[in-house]
């Protein structure tokens, strides 16, 4: 694992990192650090700097994830939360991502799991990942599910 996943792995295990926390832990500089930081988010990663030092944005993460998904016709494996709190894993077919009711983010996608339309709550997405697979285009019928669950 080289020194820019490190920190990321990091951040994800640690919460709010400061950048001297961050060097302490990779045994490099403040400097390096920061520069590192800079780096990765060129590179799309999703780290934000506030009161308390680093973290990642998981929400900007998953969006980051369906954009991907979307843009290149690929299945999405989620881990998605229930709102009693049940994490099930789906691999879904992105078709939109819309903003919504009550300032919260959806995804509209085929549910693989369910074999239907589903939407999903971007906040309990736990995880989002970009597979290799390409899937089809959506049949008339399945359009017509689309087009149903982002009209309700």
Same mark, same amino acid.
């Given at each position: 694992?080289?020194?820019?996943? &490190? ?5 994800? &295990? ?12 990779? %045994? ?12 990765? +988010?060129?590179?799309?990663?999703? /780290? ?17 994830? /369906? ?16 709102? +009693? ?10 078709? /939109? ?11 509209? &996608? ?10 999903? +709550?971007?906040?309990? /997405? ?25 009209? %309700?």
């Amino acid at each position: 694992m080289n020194r820019r996943d &490190a920190l990321v792995e990091e951040l994800r &295990a640690g919460g709010r990192l400061s950048a001297r926390e961050l060097a302490s832990r990779l %045994g490099v500089s403040r400097r390096t650090v920061i520069r590192d930081v800079a780096l990765l +988010r060129e590179e799309g990663v999703p /780290i934000r700097l506030d009161s308390g030092g680093y973290v990642i944005s998981e929400l900007e993460s998953v969006k980051r994830s /369906i954009d991907q998904a979307l843009l290149g016709r690929r299945i999405l494996r989620i881990e998605y939360g229930d709102g +009693r709190g049940t994490v099930t894993s789906r691999d879904v077919e992105p078709s /939109i991502c819309l903003g919504g009711r009550g300032g919260h983010w959806y995804l509209v &996608a085929w549910c693989r799991l369910r074999d239907d339309v589903r939407v999903f +709550r971007l906040d309990r /997405i736990v995880s989002a990942v970009v597979t290799r697979e390409r899937y089809p285009e959506p049949t008339p019928d399945r359009l017509a599910g689309l087009a149903d669950a982002v009209a %309700g």
